[in-house]
């Protein structure tokens, strides 16, 4: 396609887009700027769209006939990272001081539009591409609940995301059946002590020691009980205290792990807690001025499920690829990531496939990781990235028994009849 005029066209037209997009991000939940830019193009293109999940956007372009529904998604917001001058940025780094689209949303967007157009063009399909723009990928609860939440996937049968990452080489795509990303999981614990000068510890109970304790105790006891592939567990900050000389009264720490199934989550739980236990009785003082302590409080918060890509959609989508991109680099049993999508929301509603999109390329020195401060994207990507997502889709549309296994799912009598 890169021979053809139209084809080039439209592949400048997607690197504007991305380079667009990339000057101006925006956080999670604020992407308002992004937001209308998004309707402004739609608009232009003649798709129609109403706004979603209070700054998303919903599309929808259908075909000459009745049919199936699938949802191409795409996330939106940037991060708040810094974002440093390298020698290919100069014309795209970004404008908005201490924001940066480090993890690639800005080709995302640029790659569905890419894909609208192709329907646009090529309008003679059954059923309906349903374009979701959401916002908050970022940051737990995400924004794909808030999406689900609004009728997002109202009519929708199928669901397919695709994300850049450099762990594999620029223009190859990897995937797996089943569990592909992690959950993750957030706990934060305030340890309750019994402040006072430091020249007196029979008088205090010292929650830095509590806490410290606590870290050392929990690596050993979860490496125990769970083998190294099954979980990842760390601790982002430790917080307390404000004077040299002094025993804090409380001591806080926040960490987060990451899981490929609630069983190993639920482990994870209820080993923190034993060492809580453990720890706060080691701890205890005879004395009524130490009544109550030491203590604690512990919150967990469980964030994105884990991502389970349809097992049955994941086999047509392999075929599909080696049957029309021949020359294209899949690896259909990539390893798993503990890497979190809160795309997982919507695999738990109707089946599909969460795709990767390899943007490393050595030779142009684009091989910083995702976050990073330089991150980049090899350019090249966006119009296998479009290709993909139009043929994946329009495949689907035509021949929809390839994908789904009607003996799990059972979808509307309305869908049921089309097909």
Same mark, same amino acid.
């Given at each position: 396609?890169?021979?053809?005029?139209?084809?080039?066209?439209?592949?400048?037209?997607?690197?504007?887009?991305?380079?667009?997009?990339?000057?101006?991000?925006?956080?999670?939940?604020?992407?308002?700027?992004?937001?209308?830019?998004?309707?402004?193009?739609?608009?232009?293109?003649?798709?129609?769209?109403?706004?979603?999940?209070? !700054?998303?956007?919903?599309?929808?372009?259908? &075909?000459?006939? +009745? $049919? @199936?529904?699938? *949802?191409?998604?795409?996330?939106?917001?940037?991060?708040?990272?810094?974002?440093?001058?390298?020698?290919?940025?100069?014309?795209?780094?970004?404008?908005?001081?201490?924001?940066?689209?480090?993890?690639?949303?800005?080709?995302?967007?640029?790659?569905?539009?890419?894909?609208?157009?192709?329907?646009?063009?090529?309008?003679?399909?059954?059923?309906?591409?349903?374009?979701?723009?959401?916002?908050?990928?970022?940051?737990?609860?995400?924004?794909?609940?808030?999406?689900?939440?609004?009728?997002?996937?109202?009519?929708?049968?199928?669901?397919?995301?695709?994300?850049?990452? !450099?762990?594999?080489?620029?223009?190859?795509? &990897?995937?797996? +059946? $089943? @569990?592909?990303? *992690?959950?993750?999981?957030?706990?934060?614990?305030?340890?309750?002590?019994?402040?006072?000068?430091?020249?007196?510890?029979?008088?205090?109970?010292?929650?830095?020691?509590?806490?410290?304790?606590?870290?050392?105790?929990?690596?050993?006891?979860?490496?125990?009980?769970?083998?190294?592939?099954?979980?990842?567990?760390?601790?982002?900050?430790?917080?307390?205290?404000?004077?040299?000389?002094?025993?804090?009264?409380?001591?806080?720490?926040?960490?987060?792990?990451?899981?490929?199934?609630?069983?190993?989550?639920?482990?994870?739980?209820?080993?923190?807690?034993?060492?809580?236990?453990?720890?706060?009785?080691?701890?205890?003082?005879?004395?009524?001025?130490?009544?109550?302590?030491?203590?604690?409080?512990?919150?967990?918060?469980?964030?994105?499920?884990?991502?389970?890509?349809?097992?049955?959609?994941?086999?047509?989508?392999?075929?599909?690829?080696?049957?029309?991109?021949?020359?294209?680099?899949?690896?259909?049993?990539?390893?798993?990531?503990?890497?979190?999508?809160?795309?997982?929301?919507?695999?738990?509603?109707?089946?599909?496939?969460?795709?990767?999109?390899?943007?490393?390329?050595?030779?142009?020195?684009?091989?910083?990781?995702?976050?990073?401060?330089?991150?980049?994207?090899?350019?090249?990507?966006?119009?296998?990235?479009?290709?993909?997502?139009?043929?994946?889709?329009?495949?689907?549309?035509?021949?929809?028994?390839?994908?789904?296994?009607?003996?799990?799912?059972?979808?509307?009598?309305?869908?049921?009849?089309?097909?």
């Amino acid at each position: 396609m890169r021979n053809d005029p139209i084809a080039e066209a439209l592949e400048a037209w997607i690197i504007r887009l991305r380079r667009e997009f990339h000057q101006y991000p925006e956080l999670s939940f604020e992407e308002y700027e992004t937001q209308k830019r998004i309707l402004e193009t739609l608009e232009e293109l003649g798709i129609e769209a109403r706004k979603i999940a209070d !700054t998303g956007v919903l599309a929808s372009i259908r &075909g000459t006939v +009745p $049919g @199936p529904c699938i *949802a191409l998604r795409t996330d939106m917001d940037g991060l708040q990272v810094q974002e440093e001058h390298t020698e290919r940025n100069r014309d795209y780094i970004s404008r908005n001081n201490g924001i940066m689209h480090a993890c690639g949303h800005d080709g995302h967007m640029a790659m569905l539009f890419g894909a609208a157009r192709l329907f646009l063009e090529n309008r003679d399909f059954p059923g309906e591409v349903r374009l979701i723009f959401q916002p908050a990928e970022e940051i737990p609860p995400g924004g794909s609940e808030r999406v689900i939440a609004e009728g997002g996937l109202e009519g929708v049968d199928a669901v397919m995301g695709m994300h850049i990452f !450099t762990n594999h080489e620029s223009g190859s795509v &990897g995937f797996r +059946p $089943g @569990p592909f990303m *992690a959950s993750t999981n957030r706990f934060e614990v305030t340890f309750k002590g019994k402040g006072g000068h430091i020249s007196k510890p029979e008088s205090c109970i010292d929650p830095v020691r509590m806490a410290t304790d606590f870290i050392t105790s929990l690596y050993p006891a979860l490496e125990k009980r769970l083998e190294p592939d099954k979980y990842v567990l760390g601790i982002g900050r430790i917080e307390g205290g404000a004077q040299f000389n002094r025993t804090p009264d409380s001591v806080g720490i926040l960490g987060s792990y990451r899981t490929f199934d609630s069983e190993t989550t639920d482990i994870i739980d209820a080993t923190i807690k034993e060492c809580l236990e453990r720890v706060k009785g080691i701890y205890v003082k005879p004395g009524e001025e130490f009544s109550g302590l030491p203590d604690y409080e512990l919150d967990i918060l469980h964030g994105y499920p884990v991502l389970v890509n349809d097992p049955v959609f994941t086999d047509a989508v392999n075929l599909k690829l080696q049957e029309s991109f021949p020359e294209l680099t899949v690896y259909p049993e990539i390893e798993k990531t503990f890497a979190a999508e809160d795309f997982a929301s919507y695999l738990q509603m109707v089946p599909g496939i969460f795709i990767s999109l390899g943007t490393r390329n050595q030779e142009k020195r684009i091989v910083e990781i995702n976050h990073s401060c330089t991150f980049d994207i090899d350019e090249n990507i966006l119009f296998t990235g479009t290709k993909i997502f139009y043929a994946i889709s329009l495949d689907f549309l035509k021949h929809p028994e390839k994908y789904i296994n009607f003996q799990k799912y059972n979808g509307p009598q309305e869908y049921l009849e089309k097909t």
